[in-house]
């Protein structure tokens, strides 16, 4: 380009206009450079950019993905919790029925155990009042001899005389008594 310009005299040169040669080789490498860039950096460029874009939309579906799943699980969760508190509140209904039916069963056995005993003892107190009574007729009645040989002054000491009267002393006494 130096030559150029020695070539042609002493021209003077304006400084805001451009030398034209300057602008053909500048505009040749801009050509060359853009043609580099269209052939082989852009399309890296873009391949690049597409699979990022890629990569996060990819990232974006598989974390909706694994967001759905996670809803999913946790509504699977939240019914088993639901599902395993109904199953313990049965399981304690369930309990509470046995225990009132074994409460039952042992109040029953209590009272059966209670008129069994109270049974038991009527009967022994009969027996024993019959005993008593029994015991006090032939004490009576030999009290109620001696008191009325004292009294009349004979004997009675004859067996069947003195059962006679006993047995009506103690009769005229019982149906007094019943009235």
């Given at each position: 380009?130096?030559f150029?310009?020695a070539?042609?005299?002493?021209?003077?040169?304006?400084?805001?206009?451009?030398?034209?040669?300057?602008?053909?080789v500048?505009?040749?490498?801009?050509?060359?450079?853009?043609?580099?860039?269209?052939?082989?950096?852009?399309?890296?460029?873009?391949?690049?950019?597409?699979?990022?874009?890629?990569?996060?939309?990819?990232?974006?579906?598989?974390?909706?993905?694994?967001?759905?799943?996670?809803?999913?699980?946790?509504?699977?969760?939240?019914?088993?919790?639901?599902?395993?508190?109904?199953?313990?509140?049965?399981?304690?209904?369930?309990?509470r029925?046995d225990?009132e039916?074994?409460?039952?069963d042992?109040?029953?056995?209590?009272?059966?155990?209670?008129?069994?005993?109270?049974?038991?003892?009527?009967?022994?107190?009969?027996?024993?009042?019959?005993?008593?009574?029994?015991?006090?007729?032939?004490?009576?009645?030999?009290?109620?001899?001696?008191?009325?040989?004292?009294?009349?002054?004979?004997?009675?000491?004859?067996?069947?005389?003195?059962?006679?009267?006993?047995?009506?002393?103690?009769?005229?006494?019982?149906?007094?008594g019943?009235?």
């Amino acid at each position: 380009m130096f030559f150029l310009a020695a070539e042609g005299g002493e021209s003077t040169h304006n400084p805001i206009v451009p030398i034209w040669q300057e602008i053909v080789v500048g505009g040749i490498a801009f050509i060359l450079l853009c043609i580099v860039l269209m052939k082989f950096v852009f399309p890296r460029m873009e391949q690049t950019f597409q699979a990022r874009v890629d990569a996060i939309e990819g990232g974006i579906k598989r974390a909706e993905a694994a967001q759905a799943e996670a809803n999913q699980l946790l509504e699977q969760y939240r019914a088993q919790l639901a599902e395993a508190r109904t199953d313990a509140a049965k399981i304690r209904d369930d309990a509470r029925a046995d225990a009132e039916g074994i409460r039952q069963d042992i109040l029953a056995k209590a009272r059966e155990e209670s008129d069994r005993i109270i049974a038991a003892g009527k009967e022994q107190l009969a027996a024993e009042r019959a005993t008593i009574v029994r015991e006090l007729r032939t004490e009576v009645g030999t009290i109620a001899v001696d008191l009325a040989s004292k009294i009349v002054g004979e004997s009675l000491a004859d067996e069947a005389r003195r059962k006679g009267t006993v047995d009506r002393f103690l009769s005229g006494l019982e149906s007094t008594g019943a009235r």
